[in-house]
């Protein structure tokens, strides 16, 4: 019994650790920029096959690929910014979340003529193959590093706000557009270096997915998407430490779900979302706007 | 506000060309004009609580499966007269729309949308799960059209798709009617009201979240009767319906069309069904064009196709 | 004398450590035209929006002809009779003045519960709405949408739609801010001639001390949550303690 327990955290954890990275961004986004973004999934999407097209063409180096696949999303992101983003700031609500939906669409057909239509197993990564021993079960090195790499960009992503300039920016511009940008923040440029950092925490996260997820498929974003919403409404929107707890809940809960209430791990889930959003509708650790 | 007579031509001739596709087109045309029909319902019912109200609703598909799944169960267990069916779809959506909406009108903006698509995704998620009761992801299935009997007095029989055409053509005909009405009645103003300022609407003496849920039932109960009529159709009833994806087809439709207009959804469903069947003849990638065409509207064409068209009317018309 | 409409007793509110209305004691007296000032911080509009709805009573209770309200939702205490206007310009700006006046003269009567009549058909809000155009002065800008108004016309419908209403206790929140001189004399003639009907009791929050001392009967000042001073616009110009914390030199 302990043992499964074991077993289900840590795949509850590593399954929450890639939510993390993806409602980090999310998060980050909304944060400051106002914008809840449905292309956050794509971006973890194309994270993945830019990442997987880098290891199969490029001497199958994964870890260059942990690179340079995010690295081509963030200049996606900077288009869909500066060129489009950009322009409905100030428009109603709805606009807003229809257009980043329309990228959705586009991605995710552009996906399919690029790389087909069908799944991709993306080849084994004997590297990084290996596995421990947890209590006698066996458990891959890869979930680990997981495990371990989401605190980390966790703590960067603090570090990183709390303690230098362009944290200090965004900080301040979150809380006070018009304040910030009175006291001479260039915030068009602010809010596309976020969005852009954000599209890449996305795509990391993809990249990270390739080895894990066993098969690609260009519906890989929306899950996630959803999932990733689920986090942030339950940590609170914008609330970085919120999307941080919300995606090891989130994490930890599908996995026992899975486990033990296979039929009804998706409906649990909806309800606990539902739940904190009536009872605290700022999230766990949002403050009511 | 009087129907300006080119308005009024609009109409009839309109109504002419339903009354012809039903009479004299080919079958699969007969089924393209049903599906834009439906769609259109759903639309139109939906555009109440976006375009009048100004709330966005990410949960919709859970009331357009509550019709289905209504009719479907009413029919399989209950009686399989279509149009008691049909009623019992409305009244299945509008009372899960009363219990939902209960919950999200106390939100707005973004909290609004994440709850109705937290509520939406859970009925997706029972329609899914409890495959025993709802079939799981086969769906309802054999849900057959019987005649409409009056009484055993007379009796319509709908079972070819002909037959069933107009059946749809006689719904949507009185959903649009009734929903114009509605847009333009008091409660309509008031509507549009708590949209443009809902604190003002609190001090006019509008107890706004009374309003925004009948709206949320009202929209509620035309998803289900669009639900219904699809299940009628397609004799099955699947999850998907409930699915977020399918939430977002009103919404998407009413853009293309035009938000604030009474228009703006017809002339989306038309648009929507028309531009997938013509996207997906030539190619696989009907998402794609379908996702430019997005990005454009929003970029550039906010009204929609309706409002572009009023532009250029009233250009012509007086050069305002 | 006139009957007391409306009852304040021991109101207080914070916002964190900031008090804004300190153990409040402030009747109304029906009839009685009231003028609120105080300078800027003074819980002038904390205090409306505590009697109106717009911010919850943390503690104290307001009575309203007798009856308890400082519980009740927005859209119940205009339905008793209490409204206002907003100091900034808080209308429906796409909707045309006429809609902007329908609404509430609908709301009032139940109506806008209704689904499937006509609006044209609303003979009655018809009539009154008109009534109430001539009455500001709007007639002639009826269907134009709120928001292309001059700012002055606009201020105009904001003390329109909060008369539509019909209410007997009216907060006006600097009613003449940003009109011009002629628009001004025009709100404040309604003001007047409408308090002396009787049918509504007006309070006006008012930086103007001009308006404040030739329009008011009675003049409340607040200073920091409490009240200052009360009484009719010579005493309150001949208030030492009053002359010393807010009026200064400007009288």
Redesign the interface.
């Known amino acids: 019994m302990l043992q499964s327990v074991v077993q289900v955290i840590l795949a509850g954890l590593s399954t929450g650790m890639f939510i993390w990275l993806v409602a980090s961004g999310l998060t980050l986004i909304f944060g400051v920029l106002g914008v809840l973004n449905f292309a956050h999934g794509s971006f973890y999407m194309l994270g993945a096959y830019f990442c997987f097209t880098v290891l199969k063409y490029m001497g199958a180096n994964f870890w260059l690929g942990l690179i340079l696949g995010p690295l081509c999303v963030c200049v996606i992101g900077f288009i869909v910014e500066r060129f489009f983003l950009r322009y409905v700031y100030h428009i109603a609500l709805p606009y807003q979340l229809l257009l980043t939906f329309a990228f959705v669409l586009i991605f995710d057909n552009l996906v399919k003529i690029v790389w087909g239509a069908g799944s991709i197993s993306p080849p084994a990564l004997a590297a990084l193959g290996g596995s421990v021993d947890v209590l006698g079960r066996k458990f891959p090195i890869y979930n680990i590093l997981i495990i371990v790499v989401g605190p980390l960009v966790a703590l960067a992503l603090w570090g990183m706000i709390e303690k230098t300039w362009w944290g200090r920016i965004i900080r301040a511009s979150s809380s006070d557009r018009e304040m910030a940008s009175a006291i001479g923040v260039r915030v068009p440029a602010l809010f596309t270096s976020v969005f852009v950092f954000g599209t890449w925490l996305g795509a990391l996260g993809g990249g990270l997915a390739v080895p894990y997820v066993g098969i690609m498929t260009s519906g890989m974003g929306e899950t996630i998407i959803i999932e990733a919403f689920i986090v942030a409404v339950i940590g609170g929107l914008g609330s970085l430490k919120g999307a941080f707890v919300g995606a090891l809940v989130i994490g930890v809960l599908t996995a026992f779900g899975t486990r033990f209430f296979p039929t009804f791990d998706m409906f649990l889930t909806f309800i606990l979302m539902a739940g904190i959003l009536l009872w605290r509708p700022q999230g766990l650790f949002g403050v009511a706007r | 506000m009087k129907l300006k007579s080119w308005q009024m031509a609009l109409v009839v001739l309109s109504l002419l060309a339903l009354v012809g596709v039903g009479l004299f087109s080919g079958r699969f045309m007969i089924y393209l004009a049903m599906r834009v029909m439906i769609l259109a319902i759903f639309a139109l019912g939906y555009n109440l609580l976006?375009g009048q109200t100004?709330l966005?609703s990410f949960g919709h598909g859970a009331f357009y499966a509550a019709g289905a799944y209504g009719l479907g169960f009413f029919g399989l267990h209950l009686s399989s007269h279509p149009l008691l069916g049909l009623l019992a779809a409305v009244v299945l959506a509008a009372v899960l729309a009363l219990i939902i909406g209960f919950?999200c009108v106390r939100?707005t903006?973004?909290?609004f949308?994440?709850?109705t698509?937290?509520?939406g995704?859970?009925v997706f998620?029972?329609l899914?799960?409890?495959?025993e009761v709802t079939g799981g992801d086969d769906g309802l299935v054999g849900i057959m059209r019987d005649p409409v009997s009056f009484f055993g007095l007379l009796e319509i029989p709908i079972g070819k798709d002909r037959q069933y055409y107009f059946l749809v053509l006689a719904v949507f005909v009185l959903s649009a009617w009734?929903v114009q009405?509605?847009r333009?009645?008091?409660?309509?103003?008031?509507l549009?009201?708590i949209r443009?300022?809902a604190?003002?609407?609190?001090?006019?003496?509008?107890?706004?979240k009374n309003?925004r849920l009948?709206v949320f039932v009202?929209s509620g109960a035309f998803a289900g009767l669009a639900g219904g009529l699809e299940t009628l159709l397609e004799s099955n009833a699947r999850p998907f319906m409930a699915h977020?994806?399918h939430s977002?087809e009103p919404?998407?439709v009413s853009?293309l069309g035009g938000?604030q207009t009474f228009a703006g959804p017809l002339a989306g469903s038309v648009i929507f069904i028309a531009m997938r069947e013509m996207v997906q003849r030539f190619t696989?990638?009907?998402?794609?064009w379908?996702?430019?065409v997005?990005?454009v509207i929003?970029?550039g064409f906010?009204g929609g196709v309706v409002g572009v068209f009023q532009r250029l009317i009233g250009q012509a018309g007086g050069g305002r | 004398m006139g009957d007391l409409i409306l009852q304040i007793r021991k109101l207080t509110n914070f916002f964190g450590m900031v008090c804004t209305a300190k153990e409040l004691d402030l009747d109304i007296e029906a009839g009685v035209l009231t003028s609120i000032i105080g300078p800027n911080g003074a819980g002038k509009s904390t205090l409306i929006n505590l009697i109106t709805g717009n911010l919850p009573v943390q503690s104290g209770s307001i009575l309203f002809k007798g009856r308890e309200i400082s519980r009740l939702p927005i859209h119940q205490r205009v339905r008793l009779g209490i409204c206002r206007s907003f100091q900034i310009v808080n209308i429906f700006p796409e909707l045309t003045v006429l809609e902007n006046l329908l609404i509430p003269t609908l709301a009032l009567s139940g109506r806008t519960r209704r689904f499937f009549a006509k609006i044209e058909g609303e003979d009655r809000a018809r009539d009154q709405v008109k009534n109430l155009l001539e009455k500001v002065g709007l007639a002639g800008v009826k269907d134009t949408p709120a928001n292309v108004l001059s700012h002055g016309d606009q201020r105009l419908l904001e003390v329109g739609v909060a008369l539509a209403v019909e209410p007997s206790l009216l907060f006006l929140d600097e009613p003449t801010a940003g009109m011009n001189p002629v628009e001004r004399v025009k709100v404040l003639e309604n003001i007047r001639q409408l308090s002396r009907e009787g049918q509504t009791t007006f309070v006006l929050v008012e930086h103007d001390m001009d308006i404040v001392f030739s329009l008011s009967e009675r003049v409340v000042v607040l200073h920091r949550g409490d009240i200052l001073g009360d009484g009719t616009p010579e005493e309150i110009k001949n208030n030492v303690q009053v002359r010393e914390v807010y009026l200064g030199d400007s009288v």
Do not use: D, K, Q, T
């Open positions: 976006l100004g966005l919950f939100h903006e973004i909290y949308a994440m709850l698509l937290a509520f995704m859970m998620s029972l899914w799960s409890a495959r009734a009405r509605i333009l009645s008091p409660l309509g103003l008031a549009s009201g443009e300022n604190n003002r609407a609190e001090f006019a003496g509008l107890s706004v309003y009948a009202i977020w994806g977002a919404i998407l853009l938000l696989e990638n009907w998402m794609l379908f996702g430019i997005l990005l929003i970029m906010r």
